[in-house]
């Protein structure tokens, strides 16, 4: 394989219109002039996965997960073509892949499948005939041979999948930030750009909704050693490099904020208080793939409790199903469900060494009337959950509080 492979990555609205396709075209064109060889991951054009998304639901209640996936991959074959296509009237050689094609295997999991393997051959063969590799992203085959997607957000795993299995220098992620910030820049106007950030503090700002990368594309590049850099594609600035923890520059305490709005909170009243009924509940919703992200059990009065717990917003019906089923037989009173919540997460690798980083985020909250109704913490992480009405009041004291306000200009693109 030659040297200097660099894989980009452009999201939806990078490739919302013909324009803005054609203006893409012109990068991928100066980076291979540049010298490099160029493969290239895009997502679907703007909204087209929502849209396939509501097209499916017009048609039935629940898509059978296989034709969803059938579907939803179709996106991404619209916009390869129509970069090649780009591509090719500026005169570039290149061609456009499936994930197929492209050799990505991933498990049977229809909707948010794993990449089991990257089988690079036909992309190594591209680029060793000059041309620039377009790869569909969020899509590959299963081992069972049918078509697979990985997941809301998907193509930035494929593009970090992709940079691992063919040994590239760097994968360019190109959105409509300039980078990774303290915070999303959309709710917060004072959010700063971060010029480095960890993978464990990237891992846990994706893992808390901070949908700038996908997290399975964090844990793929920090489990192969991948080097990530978000920027970007309407400007040319340098954006964020996502490293390991000894080459980050500034280790400061905390690195960023993450919300989250796309959970749901059910409340399980007049729960017996014994042995094994919390298993019963959990073990029934993950038996039914319901997945469960925090969970509060009060104390208990009378051999009775009260258990909270949260799920995607996507999962509720479900949830609700398999809740009602358990309350009758194990014997609770009823729930009740609430999904006008947010979950608002502080992250920094100096939590681990600095107390009293919790405690100064519920003072300003407090502070600030919001009301948190559930807490969760990793070594690096605090989370909360309060009501959605109170996010940007939220989002803004915390912010400012943690010294995290900066003064960049307009950072935010389409
Ligand atoms: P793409 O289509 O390029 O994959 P996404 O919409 O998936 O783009 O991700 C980019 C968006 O992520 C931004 O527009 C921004 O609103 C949001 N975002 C959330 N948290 C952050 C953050 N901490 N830094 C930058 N962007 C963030
Ligand atoms: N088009 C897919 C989505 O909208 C994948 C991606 O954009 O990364 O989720
Ligand atoms: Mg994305």
Known sequence: MPVGIVVQKYGGTSVADPERIRAVAERIVAAKEAGNDVVV????????????????????????PREMDMLLTAGERISIALLCMALIDRGQEAVSLTG???GIITDTTHGKARIVDVRPFRIHEEVVAGRVVVVAGFQG???????????????????????????????????????????DPRLV????????????????????G??????????????????????????????????EEDKAMENAIISGLA?????????VHGVPDRPGIAARIFQELADNAVNVDMIVQNTSSDGRTDVSFTLPTDD????????????????????????????????????????????????????????IEMISTSTIRISCVIKAADLEIALRAVHARFGLDGSDAEVVFG
Request: glycine share 8%; proline share 2%; hydrophobic share 45%.
């Open 41 to 64: 991951v895009v997502s679907a054009m703007g909204a087209t996965t929502d849209e396939l998304v509501d097209l499916a639901h017009q048609v039935c209640a629940r898509p059978a």
């Open 189 to 208: 106007p004072d959010a700063r750009k971060l010029a480095e950030v960890t993978y464990e503090e990237m891992l846990e700002l994706a893992g808390s």
């Open 100 to 102: 197929s094609q492209a």
């Open 316 to 371: 509720l019906v479900t949830g609700k199903a398999v809740i009602e089923a358990v309350c009758a037989e194990i014997g609770a009173a009823g729930f009740d469900v609430e999904d006008d919540i947010a979950k608002i997460s502080l992250v920094g690798a100096g939590m681990k060494t600095n107390p009293g980083v919790a405690a100064a985020m519920f003072t300003v909250l407090a502070d600030n009337g919001v009301n």
């Open 210 to 243: 901070a949908r700038v990368l996908q997290v399975r594309s964090v844990e793929f590049a920090r489990n192969h050693g991948v080097t990530v850099h978000v920027r970007s594609s309407f400007n040319s600035g340098p954006g964020t490099r996502v490293v």
């Open 141 to 183: 085959v299963s081992t069972d041979k049918d078509i697979t997607t990985l997941g809301r957000g998907g193509s930035d795993t494929s593009a970090v999948a992709v940079a691992a299995a063919v040994g590239a220098e760097v994968c360019e992620i190109y959105t409509d930030v300039d980078g990774v910030y303290t915070a």
């Open 259 to 267: 919300h989250d709005t796309s959970e749901a909170k059910i409340t």
